[in-house]
């Protein structure tokens, strides 16, 4: 879906998609956005930030609260690092200041939609009414992936875009899970806030590195019992950022 007042960017956007092969749903305002996401929630949300009847910050602000998980592309003619770090910290996905290349747009709109597949819902069974002689045999456990990364109980799996803590799933938006990602592959290792703003891409042709900070705050809220008094996701003062297992920590103080 692509939300647009200006009818000619609209158009041309609508165009260049339509032409990778997706269907596009185009709306004027914001009060439009939220009425058709909520009716039909669409794979992904092209979204201007200056529209009549409700912005594209208030229409991100609602849908995150909604829990509405749609990916959304922001598209904006605000450049101040302020301006693109609120609309992030609302729930953003991706940003995309005025003018902009319709090319990289699409390109953009491919890597969201691929990070944020959704699974294929199952076939029906032939015979759902199973009898005494042809009783289905019960369904192999699956298999977990094979390049998942663990720090303790914290467990990011890349291949299926998962990640949970203690077998709860945690949800994180794609910039959030590149970042997990990368700390979970060297743990303990200090990332600098330039090497995680280069893993999440699109961002830092832009935005500073204050951009990881949101991120960070973010993932201590989903992967953290206490956010303000980290045990995984910790600062590393005048450097950046390191991912460990708190197991450890707890082990060197009893020792």
């Known amino acids: 879906m692509v939300a ?59 849908l995150r609260a909604e829990d509405r998980e749609v990916p959304v592309l922001m598209l904006t003619a605000r450049s101040t690092e302020d301006d693109l770090l609120l609309g992030l910290d609302l729930g953003a996905d991706d940003y995309m200041t005025k003018p902009f290349s319709p090319r990289e747009l699409v390109a953009r709109v491919r890597t969201l939609l691929r990070r944020n597949r959704r699974p294929a819902a199952p076939s029906p069974a032939a015979d759902p009414t199973p009898t005494p002689g042809n009783a289905p045999a019960p369904a192999p456990a699956e298999a977990e992936s094979d390049d998942a990364l663990t720090v303790g109980t914290l467990r990011v799996d890349p291949a299926r875009h998962e990640v949970s803590v203690g077998g709860a799933p945690v949800v994180c938006t794609p910039g959030e899970f590149r970042i997990l990602a990368a700390m979970a592959a ?20 832009y935005i500073s590195g204050r951009t990881v900070d949101v991120h960070v705050m973010h993932l201590r809220k989903k992967i953290e019992r206490a956010p303000r008094r980290p045990v995984r996701l910790l600062t ?20």
């Open 4 to 62: 647009e007042d200006d009818a000619k960017q609209a158009e041309l956007v609508r165009r260049y998609l339509e032409h990778e092969g997706h269907a596009v749903t185009v709306v004027e305002d914001g009060r439009a956005a939220l009425e058709e996401v909520r009716h039909r929630e669409p794979d992904l949300l092209v979204l201007d930030v200056m529209m009549p009847r409700a912005d594209g910050l208030d229409v991100v602000r609602i």
């Open 186 to 205: 060297e743990p303990d290792r200090v990332f600098t806030r330039q090497r995680l703003l280069a893993e999440l891409h699109g961002f830092d042709k």
């Open 236 to 255: 590393v003062f005048g450097v950046g950022y390191k991912l460990t297992d708190p197991a450890k920590g707890a082990r060197r103080a009893s020792s």
